[in-house]
């Protein structure tokens, strides 16, 4: 498993989810299943865990342990699952962890990484119909540039959005090399890859549904957990750490407090860390995507 992902902030997020060596838990994003691995070692033969992925390279990282659940889905799906699971009083704690696998970056052919020649395609799940590809070649030129600025925070989204439409007048960008020309001419001497990074960034969120799923995602989750059970979230970029915060915050990713009737605030979970819980320079050392990891801890009211 520690080939394709090594989990980040391991022990302080598993720590901060099992409370009880009984509970049920869910790990949202199984990934490599080193979260999950790391539970269940924390667990009696009583204890349960429920765990979700949507790529099918993933799944097959299952471990042998009866104690555990495999749910090919979106985790956006998470409290219908705990339902049909049968815990419709709610489950111990809901871990997950946002950050693509290394496996996914590492594997040429998913075009994940503009390391590699390949197609231009960052589906999680391999059964979508909507590709990277699809997307830069069907996109109108309004909505390219919307996404190159919201989800990758790219300083020249109006540039790279104009070459892109332009390229694609000559030829369909289907590669990762393809889109590596097209934009070329925009890209910062010096620190091409971080802006290129920024901008698979935006198109893998697209593809991917990533900040519809989350939203739904913590809704859900919020949903799924008991009374005192804990929401354990590990962010890696501005955006999704944002929506993690106000959600724990306000109930709603906008972080708007509201209240009901008698004036009581109607947020459904509780902060446990006010400043979000960062890697040791050890970490970072032996795994330097951990880097712009982020973890935030919350508890159902």
Known sequence: MSEYHTSVLLDESVSALVGSTDGVYADATFGGGGHTSEILSRLSINGRVLAFDRDSDAIANKPDDSRLTLIRSDFRWIYNHVLHQGYSEGIDGVLADLGVSSHQFDTA??????????PLDMRMNQEATTTAADIVNGYEYEDLERILRLYGEVDNSRRIAQLICKARETSQIVTTGDLGKAIESALPKFAEHKFLAKVYQALRIEVNQEMRSLEKFLTG????????GKLVIITYHSLEDRMVKNFIKAGNIEGKMEKDFFGNATAPLKAVNRKPILPQEEEIAANTRARSAKLRIAEKI
């Open 221 to 228: 989750a919020a949903r799924a957990l008991k009374p005192g």
């Open 109 to 118: 052919e998913r075009g994940f990484s503009f390391r590699y020649e390949a």
